[in-house]
């Protein structure tokens, strides 16, 4: 099985028409009406330019070439056509006024960016000007940043403070007009973003801070160790952050409550400083011992670590892990700087996973488990739909056995998909050598790297055709090895791709053979869109009440949980620290903490029935969407959950599904979901 021609037009043909379709224009200063247009796109080869006036249309202009075209005195509308790879087209017009009368009224808007740190904004409108330039002022850069008259442009300072702004409005005369003025450059001093949510499994971290998990109790976050540093709780969207100010060190103390990571592999922290900044982060044990890790942050946006276990036993052998009492921050140099601190965690990777690769593998039989792209993560070249993947059943029971010896093999069966480089026909036949299983092969898996290398002939995965590099024309040249690279997404499903060159990436989902393929498996939330929550009297219709735009930022807290469906059959709801609450469950109509046992504190498991379109929890408290709803009624109180709720589902894409319950009385609770 392999790309064929026709496939391999469909997905040039898939790629999208250019986007971000303008251009930036200047004239000249001589009364010649000289103006110079510098076309700007995305996903272009080429431009042309109509230029509004009835003269000839331009030469095809390269991306990041200019034209030149001289105007009489007026008011144009250039027409930017760009030119895709495929040959599809987006246009986008210009507005070119060329005036031989210099500029006025001359109006000036400048203003702090709301969410990016020491950057301004200035928007300059004049009548007769085509363009404008803007000085800054920042000392050592006396270079302009020009723009189209009407479209704003943006400078980031090195640092806050007053600086004077001169604006130069241009005409094609050779008088300008300006402006001046001093401006105050301010800093944003906190993160407006919550940090990254975390996702490892509870059974896999030990946490000293963050909402996710649960944290040592009792724990001092701010213990008088002597130190001069500032401490303070803020919250960003209902995530608690710590702050640490004019930080010199600073200790976070649970002794009293030891923590055995003895069995963790990393420490996790997200760290967010307005100021590019160093601290040394020290996990202490009894003794005291520490080490330190030198962690380097990136002004202005949430900085990630993940520091092995052994960095710092390797740095001090005393350090002891299974008695860790208290963390410490010093600021690099000394109070000189302000950092917030979330999701500061120990964690080890899931064992599970790291069980490997052994076993008979097959892919999955759901649409999207095989395809192409122009990226890890895009089919959109082509993949295998669900028509497609009843067509080529012969393929999807094809098993890939990687044994404890190190040995592969390929069992096709009596029959799979061939293709017509093979010699087959593009369906399902007998098959044909050396993709046949027939010679010996082994393997070398490598978890560090994430590949596994296939030795012998005709030996693959997923596609015969692919290796690395390439695709083949002919079964003959078929080569010696192939390198894959593999990523589990859980134990029993893997995610499998190749890089044949050219931006193409063949990519395939295997799961354990003996295991359900649901096409549920994975992680899912609301919608985050008007509409995705809603109640009418049938399904489309939601009429009764649904959640509009304004309702959708209020429940924040609610649209970001989390339906967990694994690929062994379990469920989970993952709420965080808070979700919206209702007064049937004692809650305030607002955002709160989890009420049990709608909480996901117990243990559910789920049965997917494709052909019935339904969906079965069972383990009381499990539900999707809202929990109030079942099969029949609305609940008064959490005591009367059901043992199991069914909810009906449709698939509208592969990562969007759309699931509606039946409470009696015509009265249908309706939901969309996608899967992250």
């Known amino acids: 099985m392999g790309c064929t021609e026709d496939e391999n037009l469909d997905y040039v043909n898939d790629i999208k028409a250019p986007k971000n379709v303008a251009a930036a224009v200047s004239v000249t200063q001589d009364n010649t009406g000289l103006v110079t247009i510098a076309p700007l796109g995305e996903g272009v080869v080429s431009f042309l330019v109509d230029y509004g006036d009835g003269s000839e249309v331009s030469d095809p202009i390269t991306p990041g070439k200019t034209t030149q075209h001289a105007y009489s005195e007026g008011t144009y509308d250039a027409v930017i056509t760009a030119i895709g790879l495929n040959g599809l087209e987006t246009k986008a017009t210009q507005n070119i006024t060329v005036s031989f009368k210099a500029p006025e009224n001359l109006m000036v808007t400048i203003e702090n960016d709301p969410a990016i740190s020491k950057l301004v904004n200035v928007m300059a409108m004049a009548d007769y000007a085509l363009s404008y330039e803007v000085y800054f002022g920042e000392v050592g850069n006396d270079t302009p940043v020009a723009g189209n008259i009407g479209e704003p442009v943006s400078y980031q300072y090195q640092n806050a403070g007053l600086y004077t702004i001169r604006i130069v409005a241009m005409s094609a005369a050779i008088e300008t007009l300006e402006y001046t003025e001093e401006f105050e450059v301010t800093a944003i001093l906190q993160p407006l973003d919550p940090a ?351 959640c509009d735009a304004d309702c959708v930022t209020l429940r924040d807290c609610y649209y970001d949980d989390t339906y967990i469906f694994g690929s062994d059959g379990s469920f989970t709801n993952d709420l965080g620290t808070q979700t919206w609450t209702e007064a049937w469950q004692g809650g305030s109509d607002s955002c709160g903490t989890p009420v049990a046992p709608h909480d996901g504190s117990n243990a559910a498991t789920y049965t997917y029935d494709g052909s019935a379109g339904t969906v079965t929890l069972n383990g009381i408290g499990a539900f999707i969407g809202l929990a109030k709803p079942y099969n029949g009624g609305e609940l008064a109180s959490p005591s009367e959950a059901p043992e199991a709720i069914t909810y009906n589902v449709s698939f509208i894409d592969n990562n969007t599904i759309s699931v509606n319950i039946d409470i009696g009385s015509g009265v249908f609770w309706q939901y969309k979901l996608v899967r992250i």
């Not at 330190?292 to 949430?302: E, K």
């Not at 390198?483 to 859980?490: H, P």
């Open 196 to 546: 990254p949510k975390p996702t490892k499994a509870a059974t896999d971290v030990i946490s000293v801070f963050s909402d996710k998990y649960a944290n040592p109790d009792p724990i001092d976050y701010y213990p008088n160790w002597g130190q001069t540093t500032t401490y303070a709780q803020i919250q960003v969207a209902g995530d608690n952050i710590i702050q640490y100010g004019e930080l010199t060190y600073q200790g976070i103390d649970f002794n009293t409550v030891p923590i055995d990571a003895s069995t963790m592999e990393f420490i996790h922290v997200n760290v967010w400083s307005a100021e590019d900044y160093t601290i040394n982060i020290s996990p202490i044990s009894g003794g005291p011992n520490e080490a330190a890790y030198p962690m380097v942050l990136t002004a202005n946006q949430w900085n990630s670590v993940d520091i092995p276990v052994s960095h710092f036993t390797d740095l001090n052998p005393a350090v002891d892990f299974s008695n860790i009492i208290q963390f410490k921050f010093d600021g690099v140099p000394s109070g000189e700087g302000t950092i917030f601190v979330d999701n500061l965690y120990f964690y080890k990777e899931s064992s599970p996973v790291q069980t490997g690769i052994v076993g008979n593998w097959k892919l999955a039989s759901v649409a999207g488990a095989l395809g192409v792209g122009p990226s890890v993560g895009d089919i959109s070249y082509w993949n295998c739909d669900a028509d497609c993947v009843v067509l080529r059943d012969c393929y999807y029971d094809d098993i890939y056995t990687f044994g404890a010896d190190g040995s592969f093999t390929n069992d096709l069966g009596a029959q799979t998909w061939t293709e017509a480089w093979q010699g087959g026909g593009d369906s399902c036949g007998t098959p044909i050598a050396p993709h046949d299983g027939s010679n010996p092969a082994t393997y070398v898996y490598n978890e560090t790297d994430n590949t596994v290398v296939l030795n012998g002939v005709g030996a693959y995965i997923g596609l015969s055709k692919a290796y690395n590099g390439g695709e083949l024309t002919n079964p003959a040249d078929a080569p010696t090895s192939i390198i894959y690279n593999v990523t589990f997404q859980d134990p029993n499903t893997m995610a499998v791709n190749i890089d044949v060159g050219g931006g193409v990436f063949w990519q395939f989902i295997l799961v354990r053979d003996g295991q359900v393929s649901s096409p549920l498996t994975g992680t899912w939330q609301m919608a985050q869109e008007a509409g995705a929550l809603g109640v009418g009297p049938s399904v489309g219709d939601i009429s009764y009440w649904n």
